[in-house]
């Protein structure tokens, strides 16, 4: 039976679907069977996933922007529901067995009334503290683990994007990128293991399509995958 890879969309500002489409080939590469939703009931099927992948814009605040902000419209709701507890514990046990997982850049803001999110990402973003810079900008981005496996054969680069800064800054990660804002180094990626034996990758970069067509972006995130999906054969690094 194929490996399953679940990818979890949907939201404000963010072309998810698009990303998904981007996803979708090499994965399936890699001999995985890709299933995106923007639905949270896709937390339902965790128990058949190898990877879940979180790219969704799922806050509090998400339903008050307007329908020009949406890739799908249609799926914007009329008012926010708090992750409840059967998918907050199904993510946690998901992680607690050694599955693996993505958090891809907006998702980091993900269930603002869980601050729990903080350890499973390693990382957070702070509503009130966090920022951006504006979408489309260079940004110059330093590989500061030329070893990891992620970033084999990368070496610095510049893609068009914006810079997440004044996150929550991880604690036990390996940091992957970094890039310079007002005259200080932010981490863009990180990546570890968790309790439960599996993988974890954050990458802070890939907004938009434009950001996709990076070459290096798309090295970096298929290294990515390659990376988390090799731990459900090979135990982690």
């Not at 890709?34 to 099927?45: H, K, P, Q």
């Not at 607690?96 to 997982?101: A, E, F, P, W």
């Not at 293991?193 to 798309?218: E, I, Q």
């Amino acid at each position: 039976m194929n490996r399953k890879v679940l990818i979890y969309g949907g939201g404000p500002y963010h072309p998810t679907h698009q990303q998904a489409d981007w996803f979708r080939p090499r994965i399936e590469s890699l001999g995985c069977e890709v299933i995106y939703s923007e639905s949270r009931s896709l937390f339902d099927r965790l128990d058949q996933a190898d990877l879940l992948i979180i790219s969704a814009l799922d806050w509090s605040e998400a339903h008050k922007q307007s329908l020009e902000h949406w890739e799908t419209p249609q799926h914007r709701k009329t008012e926010y529901a708090p992750l409840s507890d059967t998918h907050f514990d199904a993510i946690r046990e998901y992680i607690q067995v050694g599955k693996s997982l993505m958090c891809h850049h907006c998702a980091i803001a993900n269930w603002d009334e869980r601050p729990e999110f903080n350890d499973i990402f390693d990382g957070r973003w702070i509503w009130g503290q966090s920022n951006h810079t504006p979408v489309g900008m260079q940004v110059a981005t330093s590989v500061v683990s030329p070893e990891h496996p992620i970033c084999r054969g990368m070496s610095d680069f510049s893609l068009t994007d914006e810079l997440y800064y004044k996150l929550a800054a991880p604690r036990r990660s390996q940091i992957l990128l970094e890039a310079t804002h007002d005259a200080k180094r932010w981490p863009l990626a990180w990546a570890g293991s968790t309790p439960g034996g599996g993988r974890y990758v954050y990458s802070g970069l890939g907004h938009d399509m434009l950001s996709f067509a990076s070459p290096c972006l798309d090295l970096f995130l298929t290294q990515a995958i390659t990376w988390l999906l090799d731990s459900q054969t090979k135990g982690s690094l």
